[in-house]
């Protein structure tokens, strides 16, 4: 069966420390793996995903196929990235998601 | 462009009623994706629509049932309501099978049942 899982519900750092959020998954295929992030009073949207190997607001994720991972890492936290992520799966044509149950990233001044 | 819009925000209902929720997806999207998230969890996938065809749905029961218009908007419909379904209730908009897997999310429709 299809399962995100997010071991931290929260995570809290002091600014300019590193930070890295663990996701893990288990899935029968080549899944679509994808970082999304809620801040305070907005509505969820996306971060970064892993098919475009890109790096948004200082955030870069590797998919770990043997480790079946997908950990967000940044070297240098800042007190903006305080939100909650989840770390979501989708099949390869998009038609079905799964999200992990989210972390909330608390980071102190 | 305007972004993924949901409604009601609010509402309460009793248990065994039916509700209706809906959501215009933003402007240019075809696909229509509906989540249940409950309290301290992450969304979980109920459907979606593909040009008004279901095409995909996750592991929620009949009684949870949805729509696509043909201007892409879409409702949620959950008959017999029951306690557990109290929740947030999300809908996301997308290019589907053309895009890349980037969902466009609506601030949601609380339920409350009671």
């Known amino acids: 069966a299809q399962r995100v899982t997010q071991p931290e519900k929260l995570l809290s750092v002091f600014k300019g420390a ?8 288990s899935y029968s295929g080549s899944p679509e793996l994808f970082w999304y992030v809620q801040y305070s009073r907005q509505r969820l949207q996306l971060l970064l995903r892993h098919i475009s190997r890109e790096s948004i607001k200082g955030f870069t994720a590797d998919l770990n196929k043997g480790e079946t991972s997908f950990h967000l890492k940044k070297p240098f936290a800042q007190e903006e990235d305080s939100a909650m992520y989840y770390c979501a799966l989708a099949k390869y044509n998009f038609n079905k998601f799964y999200f992990g149950s989210g972390t909330k990233l608390n980071v102190k001044p | 462009e305007t972004g993924v ?3 009601p925000t609010h509402l ?5 009623q039916q509700v209706t929720l809906r959501c215009s997806s933003q ?9 249940q998230q409950a309290l301290g969890q992450g969304p ?15 592991n929620f029961p009949p009684r949870f049932s949805g729509l696509q218009f043909p201007n892409y ?3 949620l419909n959950v008959n017999a309501l029951e306690l557990d379904d109290s929740a ?3 809908c996301a908009s997308s290019l589907g099978q ?8 609506g601030e949601g429709s609380r339920l409350t049942v009671l």
């Open chain 2, 73 to 75: 908007s879409s409702e």
């Open chain 2, 88 to 90: 947030l209730y999300l």
């Open chain 2, 5 to 7: 819009t949901q409604s």
């Open chain 1, 18 to 25: 590193p930070v890295e959020l663990k996701c893990n998954y």
């Open chain 2, 12 to 16: 309460i209902k009793t248990r065994g």
């Open chain 2, 44 to 58: 979980q996938f109920i459907f979606q629509y593909y040009r008004e065809e279901e095409n995909g749905r996750g």
């Open chain 2, 27 to 35: 402007s240019g999207h075809n696909t229509v994706s509906w989540y």
């Open chain 2, 98 to 105: 053309e895009n890349t897997g980037e969902l466009f999310f």
